[in-house]
């Protein structure tokens, strides 16, 4: 483990440098890795864990449109890739990729096959934490870790294929074997992940919940959605209305604040809008300090995992949340956004020239 200071202030993490990829696989070379569930995280985990030399299988309920993804990427039945029972039968790491309502039902069948000396790992604190809800209470005599990626699992597979790493944090619940803290930094290695940080359980699902319902997605779609609004009322292009509000902002400022900062982005700006942007930040910052303290309160006092619970375990949830999403789809705003990425110099069709 490394410290590193950040900011200030010093914290112990994990880096591919102190623990690098032949330690971590060394450390699991007698366990079989059941990922269970084949979603979003569950593909990336799995094939960067298999690319990175370690025995994985997975467990995917048939039929259904993962477990066909599964083969589509290689897993061949009876080999590595089963039924979640025959999965979790074999796994001495069962890493439990279900959505967080999915993990809820199929609990009971998990819990029968966690036996002494196993690893249960969670990519959430969600089911842990909320236990009162859940009814997710692992047995003593296991470990129970939580490698949790800051990001997509459809982004920790490509970084992992070009190179890169996306950050994850981790977490110890139980430590029965004593060797939990080295398994669970092994597996965030395997995984892919760039640098590890430390939490606890409860503070990654507060920090996470928090982090999607405010600036990563739902404050993110919010602004967007009011500042488009704003421009279209006051008589602007839809093309003007998006290209200021969005694509300006994912084709050129935010990989500038990617690369080097904030500051280094306002610096690459005009004075004009650096004069602009530092006095109207403060006022978006106190507009929406409010909102935050809302949203902290509604994560830590378990609201927002019941909401989540009762709307996610609903039958037709895939089918409410498709339609949520078709609006936005559907909107002025988004389909002028896909007609404005299809004119990206980089999608249009490559004419050949002709001679004159
Ligand atoms: N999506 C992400 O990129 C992401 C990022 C970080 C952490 N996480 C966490 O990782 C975990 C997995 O999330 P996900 O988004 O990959 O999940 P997901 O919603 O994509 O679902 C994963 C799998 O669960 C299966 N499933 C759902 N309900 C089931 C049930 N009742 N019985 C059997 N199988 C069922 C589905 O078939 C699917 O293959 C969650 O704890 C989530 O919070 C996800
Ligand atoms: C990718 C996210 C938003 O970071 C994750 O937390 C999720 O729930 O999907
Ligand atoms: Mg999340
Ligand atoms: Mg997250």
Redesign the pocket.
Known sequence: MATINFGGVDETVATREEFPLSKAVETLKNDTIAII??????PGQALNLRDNGFNVIVG??KP?K?FDKAVADGWEEGVNLFS?EEALERGTVIQY???????I??WPTVKKYLTTGKTLY???G?GVTYHEQTGIVPPKDIDVVLV??K????SLRRMFVEGKGLNSSYAIYQDATGKAKERVVALGIGIGSGYLFETTFEKEVYSDLTGERGVLMGALAGVMEAQYELLRRKGHSPSEAFNETVEELTQSLIRLVAENGMDWMYANCSTTAQRGALDWKDKFKAAVEPVYEELYESVASGNEAKITIEANSKPDYREKLEEELSVIHESEMWKTGAVVRQLRPENQPVKEETEA
């Not at 569930?37 to 569950?42: C, I």
């Open positions: 569930g084949y979603g979003v995280q569950g995917q309920r259904s993962s979640i990729l279900l959505s967080d309502a999915g993990q039902d199929l969670f990519s959430h969600f949790a990626p990001g997509s699992g459809t």
